[in-house]
């Protein structure tokens, strides 16, 4: 049918619609905190929490440093928020520098914490830019890992996906083929790798599904409060920066205000975008910041759905 719709009746419609019309109402989201190092670290990760929870993210996780060197902080952490909160609490766990004995003790200790969701990695090195090594009695890599979590106890597990290819895998097939056999050794879902295009989630998503991966894939998304630290962030973990985004940071160094509302408009429009093409599920890294993840939500029309005070469970 041709359209008798005049320009002047096409550039009306796109005027009335509202630039940040609601969504549907079935975006879920969930946040990644990290444990803190001092107390006024930890003030900022309890402030980040209560000012997110409101949202009834489908669960946070807290994440697990290099080497494991922050094993004791997220778990004492995970723990709190199961025990504080009415919030699905998962765990990042990963195969660096501990033997399968010691990461099954872990395992242990999350589950009578009452925690049911862990993130299971293979891990960085404690030593940026060094080799991977698995441990001799130790896990090899993160499908080893969820078979050996699912053997303890029936845990829900996400494991990580890379749209622009891990920087570790010898190829961008190797890299899908790792995936799957972490899907198939049992994990629920994969959360990706952050990433700066709609095109790079949607290449991605349709390789994996030609390979035959069925599980839910989960868009990671990186607010970018710090130009500069997230293009060294990038480097590290191949993802492709545009140059565009280059350009819409310049001159921002001194103005924090400016940067954050930049941020929040880039990502918003970034998640409405794979909203439109079938997106339903959004993981945002917070880095601990809560006003950025918060702002996208507002603006991907997400409202509070419960108050402050009705997050703590009653005995």
């Given at each position: 049918?041709i359209s008798t719709s005049s320009p002047e009746d096409e550039a009306r419609r796109a005027f009335d619609a509202p630039l940040y019309a609601d969504l549907a109402g079935d975006l879920n989201v969930s946040f990644e905190f990290f444990p803190p190092k001092t107390d006024k670290m930890e003030e900022q990760l309890w402030s980040a929490?209560?000012?997110?929870?409101?949202?009834?993210?489908?669960?946070?996780?807290?994440?697990?440093?290099?080497?494991?060197?922050?094993?004791?902080?997220?778990?004492?952490?995970?723990?709190?928020?199961?025990?504080?909160?009415?919030?699905?609490?998962?765990?990042?766990?990963?195969?660096?520098?501990?033997?399968?004995?010691?990461?099954?003790?872990?395992?242990?200790?999350?589950?009578?914490?009452?925690?049911?969701?862990?993130?299971?990695?293979?891990?960085?090195?404690?030593?940026?830019?060094?080799?991977?090594?698995?441990?001799?009695?130790?896990?090899?890599?993160?499908?080893?890992?969820?078979?050996?979590?699912?053997?303890?106890?029936?845990?829900?597990?996400?494991?990580?996906?890379?749209?622009?290819?891990?920087?570790?895998?010898?190829?961008?097939?190797?890299?899908?083929?790792?995936?799957?056999?972490?899907?198939?050794?049992?994990?629920?879902?994969?959360?990706?790798?952050?990433?700066?295009?709609?095109?790079?989630?949607?290449?991605?998503?349709?390789?994996?599904?030609?390979?035959?991966?069925?599980?839910?894939?989960?868009?990671?998304?990186?607010?970018?409060?710090?130009?500069?630290?997230?293009?060294?962030?990038?480097?590290?973990?191949?993802?492709?920066?545009?140059?565009?985004?280059?350009?819409?940071?310049?001159?921002?160094?001194?103005?924090?205000?400016?940067?954050?509302?930049?941020?929040?408009?880039?990502?918003?429009?970034?998640?409405?975008?794979?909203?439109?093409?079938?997106?339903?599920?959004?993981?945002?890294?917070?880095?601990?910041?809560?006003?950025?993840?918060?702002?996208?939500?507002?603006?991907?029309?997400?409202?509070?759905?419960?108050s402050a005070p009705e997050l703590e469970k009653t005995a």
């Open positions: 049918m929490v209560e000012t997110l929870s409101p949202l009834a993210p489908k669960f946070v996780s807290v994440t697990y440093g290099a080497g494991g060197t922050t094993r004791e902080r997220t778990h004492n952490t995970v723990a709190r928020i199961a025990r504080e909160t009415s919030l699905a609490a998962a765990a990042h766990l990963t195969c660096v520098a501990a033997s399968k004995a010691e990461i099954d003790d872990v395992a242990d200790a999350y589950w009578d914490a009452g925690v049911r969701h862990i993130v299971a990695l293979r891990g960085d090195p404690p030593v940026a830019g060094a080799k991977f090594e698995p441990h001799p009695q130790g896990y090899q890599g993160a499908a080893e890992l969820v078979d050996g979590l699912l053997k303890r106890h029936p845990f829900e597990i996400s494991v990580a996906a890379y749209p622009e290819t891990h920087p570790d895998a010898l190829s961008a097939q190797s890299d899908i083929d790792n995936l799957k056999r972490k899907i198939d050794a049992g994990a629920t879902r994969a959360i990706t790798q952050f990433f700066f295009t709609p095109d790079a989630f949607f290449r991605f998503r349709d390789t994996v599904a030609a390979a035959g991966i069925d599980a839910d894939i989960i868009p990671g998304i990186m607010p970018v409060s710090n130009f500069g630290a997230v293009q060294r962030m990038s480097a590290m973990c191949n993802t492709q920066v545009p140059s565009w985004m280059g350009r819409l940071f310049e001159g921002l160094d001194e103005k924090p205000a400016a940067r954050q509302l930049v941020s929040a408009t880039l990502a918003a429009e970034l998640c409405r975008r794979l909203y439109a093409g079938g997106v339903r599920d959004l993981h945002f890294y917070t880095l601990n910041r809560a006003e950025l993840s918060y702002a996208i939500c507002h603006l991907l029309g997400l409202r509070p759905q419960v």
